[in-house]
């Protein structure tokens, strides 16, 4: 198995998971829990994804061509840019929450 990220799109399940170990040592143990606990990490996802990835890129000039084309780093995870991942988040922690309380957790 590959994991894809570009930049510090590595932190993406990083934050997933210390979430999820935060929970487990506070002792929740309730699955609505530890899946928003996951869904809110998110928001450290988005935060620093906005801000690492407005940052503006190197401008370079092709001297054969006279094209000037932007150089800079995308931090993504997965080919989603990090600030996005909130959205994903929030999608699958709904999913299983939804699951949770189908099931009578």
Not at 33 to 42: D, E, K, L, P, Q
């Amino acid at each position: 198995m590959f994991i894809v990220f570009n930049g510090r799109g590595w932190l993406v399940p990083i934050t997933a998971i210390g979430a999820i170990a935060l929970c487990a040592v506070t002792g929740y143990r309730d699955p609505r829990i530890v899946w928003s606990a996951m869904a809110v990490s998110g928001l450290v996802d988005h935060h620093f994804g906005r801000r690492w990835n407005s940052v503006e890129g190197r401008l370079l000039q092709d001297l054969e061509t006279g094209e000037v084309h932007e150089v800079k780093t995308i931090h993504s995870f997965f080919w989603i840019p990090m600030q996005h991942w909130l959205w994903v988040k929030i999608g699958i922690a709904a999913l299983f929450v939804a699951i949770a309380i189908d099931h009578g957790a």
